[in-house]
């Protein structure tokens, strides 16, 4: 059986961004994967600051950047009624806001990173079994029999080590697909839009001078009907719903589609079992926050795991949850409110809805507070 001190399941950006946050001098790291090779995300996705500077300091952002996309405003808005706010980066003084990049390419910059490091890799080797005594955790995969002191699972939102460390957990359906593709434009600019359609929020995110990319929530039902539509079809809901922002969209890329859930892990980290990223917490994509909770999590784990040791096993797991539980519940939870205030058909929860929206984006308090929770995960 071979062992390591430290074995990370999933090669997802957790997997691979914490592999390379740690100190390989001090450690032994094997990465255990159920795909046969590297697969990357087609996704685009909105990165803050904080994540920008963590990739820096794992040596990859230089790599990146090339092709992140700096925005300088959000502006959201709902259909139905006056509701209206805009985050402007001069106004918040941070400029730019964030970056729109391939979650892919970071996933393969990090992943390359780690090919000058001394990690060992096991493609093709799916999760199915965790035992544990007084000193090791043993872990049976479709293909090998590895041991390990410390098992952390990056292995998303169906995370077999949450399933098998039994970790109780909190999840159900948004009852929501989120329809995912790129269309070109001859009128993009630097603002994230979105908005909250009768079927769900809408987001138009800037990917490049001429490209956007759309993710748009939908009911299942709806989701399903709009998935058979031809493409015209399609780009004439997105213009009927965005009031005809932007000019000659044409579909880039196939439309992929996810379903939504929520899940929290009631607690992150027990009996030298670890939770990251999605398989500790999965938050609706409104807020385009996931990614950026979770390299918040690699960094906090990684940075005890370097300062403790293999051996401090007490001390990381008690920093880890006292740190990261509490970030990823207050996140949920306003992910929560914002999404059931502007679900809610009701007409008084509507007008408070509309004037708690215009409040806010009249108040340059509750606008930097807003800005602060996104960009300081
Ligand atoms: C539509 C959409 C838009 C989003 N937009 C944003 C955004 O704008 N900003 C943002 O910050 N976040 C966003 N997110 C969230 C973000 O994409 C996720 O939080 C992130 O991809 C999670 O990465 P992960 O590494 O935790 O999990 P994953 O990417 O799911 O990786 C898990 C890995 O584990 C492997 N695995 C699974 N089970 C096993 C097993 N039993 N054995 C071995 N290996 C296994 C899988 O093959 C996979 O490689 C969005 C999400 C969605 C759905």
């Not at 918040?92 to 000058?116: D, F, M, T, Y």
Request: one cysteine or more; aromatic letters at 10%; hydrophobic letters at 40%.
């Amino acid at each position: 059986m071979i062992h390591h001190d430290i074995l990370i399941v999933g090669s997802g950006v957790m997997g691979v961004a914490l592999a390379d946050s740690l100190n390989p001098k001090d450690f032994s790291i094997g990465i255990v994967e159920s795909n046969s090779h590297a697969s990357f995300s087609k996704r685009h996705l909105s990165i803050n600051k904080k994540s920008l500077s963590f990739l820096k300091k794992l040596g990859v952002w230089e790599e990146i950047s090339p092709n992140a996309f700096p925005y300088e405003k959000i502006k959201v808005w709902e259909q139905e009624g006056s509701g209206y706010i805009e985050f402007d980066a001069n106004e918040a003084r941070l400029n730019p806001l964030g970056h729109i990049v391939s979650e892919g390419n970071i996933q393969k910059n990090l992943l390359e990173s780690l090919e000058k490091k001394e990690i060992s890799f096991y493609w093709d080797n799916k999760l199915e079994e965790i035992n544990r005594n007084d000193e090791k955790i043993t872990c049976k995969t479709s293909n090998n029999e590895l041991s390990c002191n410390i098992l952390i699972g990056c292995d998303g939102i169906n995370s077999a080590v949450r399933g098998l460390g039994k970790f109780k957990s909190r999840s159900w359906s948004y009852n929501q697909t989120a329809l995912v593709a790129n269309l070109k434009s001859s009128s993009t600019d630097s603002t994230i839009r979105q908005t909250f359609t009768k079927i769900g929020p809408l987001a138009l995110l800037p990917i490049n001078d001429s490209e956007l990319t759309m993710i748009w929530s939908i009911d299942d039902k709806s989701a399903y009907i709009f998935l058979q539509k031809e493409k015209k079809e399609f780009i004439a809901e997105i213009n009927n719903h965005f009031g005809e922002t932007f000019n000659d969209l044409v579909f880039s890329t196939e439309i992929q589609h996810f379903p939504l859930n929520h899940l929290s892990a009631k607690t992150f980290a027990k009996n030298g079992i670890f939770l990251i990223g999605d398989a500790a917490h999965q938050i609706h994509p409104l807020a385009g926050l996931g990614l950026n909770a979770g390299l918040g999590d690699v960094k906090c784990l990684s940075e005890a795991i370097n300062e403790f040791g293999k051996l401090e096993l007490k001390k990381i797991t008690e920093v880890y949850n006292r740190k990261r539980i509490p970030v990823n519940l207050a996140l949920a939870a306003s992910m929560e409110a914002f999404k059931r205030g502007f679900e809610a058909e009701n007409i008084w929860i509507r007008f408070l809805r509309n004037s708690a929206f215009n409040i806010t984006n009249n108040s340059d308090f509750l606008k930097k507070k807003f800005m602060e929770i996104a960009t300081e995960l």
